[in-house]
């Protein structure tokens, strides 16, 4: 099974109108996941059954017993999150604030105060038309989305792992849910747009993603609504020797597939739809090229 993630440096680029695209367009068997859990909406246009769903324990949070409790406040006093308030006769723990450091157990002389396993979301494994999809819930303010994100793409490997294809909607940006994205892909591609910020963040993201040793592709979405700038990104790739292996243009239809809730390989023909289908046909080159060298 080989692995491909699609990313971005920064939200808004339309990576997740290209992942969907491309589960229709690219053969085989696959896996889907959506691993930009703090926003996933693949699903929107994947339109998937959900066969089953399970709890997501993050790290562990404070919580007091308030038959142990001795009403002293070292807890309160030494909680550096303001996690910790008096409310009437016991101290409770806003779980919310709480940053799971423990500091509160070592500090209570009682042993009231204890860490307790957390819910702080739910993974999500459902059927579509061009396989599983696995996809997220994250609890609003809940921390933890990487571990989340490699909690999605363990449920996919342990029940899809022979699959062709695992195709992977990553989240934006370079923080922990991309490291634990990127790590263990062999290809990766990342979708930018023609913008001071986005060439900005490709750089950002691209630099991350190498740390890893996948092979790095570029596409470019809306690249007429500024060809000098998409003209700069593919100068830019051309010097880091990073491939280009499509330039979408803006139409409409993108927006109009993304209102009926449709992956635009199923909202009729396009311009864009037709960028996208040669955007597959140099990805399935890429992966027969990385297939034949495994």
Known sequence: ?????????????????????????????????????????????????????????????????????????????????????????????????????????????????????????????SETDRGHLVHARLVPGAGNSGLLVHAVKKVAEERDGDADLFLIDGPPGTGCPLISTVSGVEMVLVVTEPSVSGLHDLERVVAVSRQFHPRVLVAINRYDLDESLADSIEQWCDGEGIPVVGRVPFDPAVIESVREGLPLTRAGPSSALRAVEELALRIRTELADLASRR
């Open 1 to 125: 099974m080989i692995r491909l993630a699609v990313i971005s440096g920064k939200g808004g680029t339309g990576k997740t109108m290209v992942t969907a695209a491309l589960a229709d367009l690219l053969p085989g068997r696959l896996v889907i996941a959506d691993c930009d859990v703090d926003a996933a909406n693949l699903a929107l246009l994947l339109r998937p059954t959900l066969i089953r769903k399970e709890p997501f324990m993050g790290m562990k949070a404070a919580c007091i017993d308030p038959d142990l409790c001795l009403q002293c406040g070292e807890c309160e006093a030494h909680c550096r999150f303001d996690a910790i308030r008096h409310g009437g006769d016991t101290f409770q723990v806003d779980a919310l604030r709480c940053e799971g450091c423990a500091v509160c157990v070592q500090v209570c002389p009682a042993d009231a105060a204890s860490m307790q396993p957390r819910q702080t979301g739910e993974i999500l494994y």
